[in-house]
């Protein structure tokens, strides 16, 4: 997992435990480029994460872009 993965995450990381999903949707669509559906996708299983890690939420970003990508 690269270092951009894991500082985008943290960003959305704190959007999302701010309870800031507006912003959090802004930042996936503007800056990492996932389309809105996509975006719910995320927020979604984020929100379901036992134990909510910068780790864990890079890993879910990595998940849908490799998608993306088939």
């Known amino acids: 997992m690269s270092a951009t993965w894991?500082?985008?995450a943290?960003?959305?990381k704190q959007m999302i435990?701010?309870?800031?999903e507006t912003q959090a949707h802004l930042y996936m669509e503007r800056l990492l480029l996932?389309?809105?559906?996509?975006?719910d996708k995320?927020?979604?299983d984020i929100s379901h994460l036992p134990h909510c890690s910068?780790?864990?939420v890079a890993n879910i970003l990595?998940?849908?872009s490799i998608?993306?990508?088939k």
């Open 6 to 8: 894991k500082h985008q």
């Open 10 to 12: 943290r960003r959305l």
């Open 17 to 20: 435990d701010a309870n800031n």
């Open 34 to 39: 996932f389309p809105i559906d996509i975006q």
């Open 42 to 44: 995320i927020i979604e």
């Open 54 to 56: 910068s780790d864990a």
């Open 62 to 64: 990595g998940q849908y």
């Open 67 to 69: 998608q993306e990508l």
